[in-house]
């Protein structure tokens, strides 16, 4: 079984923490690096080339299409997760090309389910 580094974008707070305990619970996930802006994105995803890329949280002023292609150009080869918290982000997400879009608040064994169709 491949060992899976993941980038987990968000904002510091307990979606974020949240997030990468449970993502840490699936057996395959190797190593989960946090960051909180595209500055650090681009930084330490260059460092430690993803296999899976969470956008967990979309900032307030950032364009989210803009910034997931930004994404997938420089990570070709990483699966792309973007959690949402409106229709808008959400149609652009899969517009930009995201492996797989989902509103903020999903179950959480939801969200391992889908982690794992996404990486098969």
Partial sequence: MERVRVLLIGRP?????????????????????????????????????PCLVI????????????????LRNRWPQARHIVMVDNERDFLSAELAGADKVLYQGCRAGN??????RVLS
């Avoid at 960051?35 to 681009?42: C, G, I, P, R």
């Avoid at 956008?55 to 930004?70: F, M, N, P, V, Y």
């Avoid at 969200?111 to 794992?116: K, S």
């Fill in 13 to 49: 707070g307990p979606l974020r923490d949240g997030l990468s305990v449970l993502v840490q619970s699936i057996p395959q996930i190797e190593e989960i690096v946090q960051a909180d802006d595209l500055t650090s994105v681009f930084r330490l995803g260059d460092e430690y080339l």
């Fill in 55 to 70: 956008l967990a949280d979309a900032r307030k002023g950032i364009h989210l299409g803009e910034t997931l292609s930004q």
């Fill in 111 to 116: 969200l391992i389910e889908i982690i794992g």
